[in-house]
Every structure is written in structure tokens, then in C-alpha cells.
């Protein structure tokens, strides 16, 4: 029978154990800065920049659920945009800033895991809903007798639905995968979150399997993605090209060149960062590059689709003019 200090002696040491081996497993995210005054001056843009994207992204959505004008496929799958990128920007920027304004940049690998998942997905997410997006103003502008039909509030909402889960789909594959793998040395992360690229870099374990996986599940969900909006938009030019009425070619182009802008973007910074050889990565090139689509991005989105958008203008306009009156 155990006596009670040596039962005391052992819990002790079981938890000093789990302690230094929570503390062994959590990772080091190096970062974007130091505390410079060049780099506090960045850090102070990307947190504005950030609480621009916040707010941006959050009356979008908030105009398209109250304006009943915008209840439609387009607008709807608008504000699944919006919302992902909120929800994008959201998992890496709060991290960033508190790992810089504490002075502590460990991450737990829970945590580490949970931004994986919810980056992965989100992005994935936001490759087929750019395409689906593609998909409604090619039937709108090439066939809109049948757009009723063709693009139902059913079929928008199982676009959007979709788009969701193969994301998730993804990002649950990948956060099992990594988190897998054995981890070892200085644990630093290269990086400003947990991207599973800088991740693999540190680990103890023969990864290589794993990235070509990687390698061609992006060739998949990229260039699957990027050849409906290609063949989408090619049909949409053609048609624009052939329309009578100067005003009717400047609105589709209009409306589909704020599209495109959108998807030039994300797609040429997702591919730079995804399907390149690991042997020609570089940490400083691929943590700009990141910051470019996970933060300039999401802020730029809303100003792209509203100020080039005059019913959002126009619903913009009417809710702000009701809390006018209202006060």
C-alpha cells in the first residue's frame, strides 16, 4: 500500500512531467516584426487595416440579410465572401497581434491545429465559391430568361453549402495529417500563424508523401476552380461583345470585372504560395505573401464589390438613412 507522501511525491511528479511536455509541444511563431519603430509603424497599419476588414466585411453582411433587394443568388453568395473573410482574417490577425503586444510567441499545437483547420477551410472554402460566384454571372449575362431556373435559391444555397463543407473537408485532412507528424528542435515557425508549409519544415518525420499530397490536392481545388471561371467568363465576354446597347456591355463588364479583380488576386497569391517546390521557398517571400491574401485581401474585397456596386451603395445609403431618422 502506497503512503500518502509518496502518492503525493509521484502526482508531483506525473504533473511536472505533463507540464514540461505541454510546454515542450507548443511552437514559436516568429513572426512578421520585432519591436523596431519601422515595425510598430507596420504593425499599427496591418491592425487598421485589419479593423478596416472587420468592419467592411461585417456591413456587407449586415446589408445583404437586411436589404431585401439583395436577397438574391448573387448578393447571397456576396455575403458568404464577406463572411469568410471575416472569418479569415479573424484566425491569423488576433494571434499575430497578441503574440506581439505580449512578448510571447508560443502556440499551443491545439491551437496550432485549430488554425490550421479554420485557414485551410476557409480558403478552400472561398476557391469554390469564387467559382460558383463565376457560375451565376455566366448565366445571368448568357442565359437570363433561364436564370430564375438555373440559379434558384436552391441551387445558390447548395452552391454556398458545398463550398463549405469540401473546404472543411480539407482542412480536416490536413490539420490530421500534420499534427501526426513528429515534431522536433527549436519548434520556431517561420511564420506569422501556423501554415502547414512552414509547419512540415520543422518536423522529425519523413514528410514527403504528405507534401505531394498537398502539391496536388491545391492542383485540384486551384486549377479545378480557376477552369470554370476561365470557361465562365470567356462565354460572358463573348456574349457582352455581341450585345446592342452600349449601357448593358459597360454594367456586365462592370459587374463581372469586380469578380475578376477579386479572383486575380486570391488566386495568383494561393497559387504562388501553394504550388511551388518546397526547394524554392523562401519565409520572408511566402509570410508577404500571406499577409497580402489573408489581410489585404479581405479588406479590399468590400470596397471592391461597393464601390463599384450601386445597389449595395444604394442599400448602404437606406439602412444608414433609417438609423439617421431613427435617432
Known amino acids: 500500500m502506497i503512503d500518502r507522501p509518496t502518492l503525493y511525491i509521484e502526482v508531483n511528479m506525473i504533473m511536472i512531467q505533463w507540464n514540461n511536455w505541454t510546454r515542450n509541444s507548443d511552437f514559436i511563431l516568429l513572426g512578421l516584426f520585432d519591436h523596431s519603430p519601422l515595425h510598430t509603424f507596420f504593425f499599427s497599419l496591418i491592425l487598421g487595416i485589419f479593423f478596416m476588414a472587420f468592419i467592411g466585411n461585417s456591413i456587407m453582411v449586415i446589408l445583404i440579410y437586411l436589404d431585401a433587394h439583395l436577397h438574391t443568388p448573387m448578393y447571397i453568395l456576396l455575403s458568404q465572401l464577406s463572411l469568410m473573410d471575416l472569418m479569415l482574417i ?7 497581434a497578441f503574440n506581439f503586444l505580449s512578448g510571447n510567441k508560443s502556440i499551443s499545437m491545439s491551437g496550432c491545429g485549430i488554425q490550421i483547420f479554420f485557414y485551410v477551410s476557409l480558403l478552400g472554402a472561398e476557391c469554390f465559391l469564387l467559382a460558383a460566384m463565376s457560375y451565376d454571372r455566366y448565366v445571368a449575362i448568357c442565359h437570363p430568361l433561364r436564370y430564375p431556373i438555373l440559379m434558384s435559391h436552391k441551387i445558390c444555397g447548395l452552391m454556398a453549402a ?16 500534420a499534427l501526426s507528424f513528429s515534431y522536433c528542435g527549436a519548434r520556431e515557425i517561420p511564420h506569422f500563424f501556423c501554415d502547414v508549409p ?16 498537398i502539391f496536388f490536392c491545391c492542383i485540384i481545388m486551384l486549377t479545378l476552380p480557376v477552369a470554370i471561371i476561365i470557361a465562365s467568363y470567356t462565354r460572358v465576354i463573348l456574349a457582352v461583345l455581341h450585345m446592342g446597347s452600349a449601357e448593358s456591355r459597360h454594367k456586365a463588364f462592370a459587374t463581372c470585372s469586380s469578380h475578376l479583380m477579386v479572383v486575380g488576386m486570391y488566386y495568383g497569391a494561393a497559387m504562388f504560395i501553394y504550388m511551388r517546390p518546397s526547394s524554392g521557398r523562401s519565409p ?44
Open 90 to 96: 479573424c484566425t491569423t490577425v488576433p494571434q499575430m
Open 162 to 177: 458545398c463550398s463549405w463543407i469540401l473546404g472543411s473537408l480539407d482542412g480536416i485532412i490536413e490539420v490530421a495529417a
Open 198 to 213: 512552414a509547419l512540415l519544415t520543422l518536423s522529425c518525420s519523413n514528410t514527403l508523401i504528405f507534401e505531394k499530397i
Open 284 to 327: 520572408t517571400q511566402d509570410k508577404i505573401v500571406s499577409a497580402f491574401y489573408t489581410i489585404l485581401t479581405p479588406m479590399l474585397n468590400p470596397l471592391i464589390y461597393s464601390l463599384r456596386n450601386k445597389e449595395v451603395s444604394r442599400a448602404f445609403m437606406k439602412v444608414f438613412s433609417i438609423d439617421k431618422a431613427a435617432t
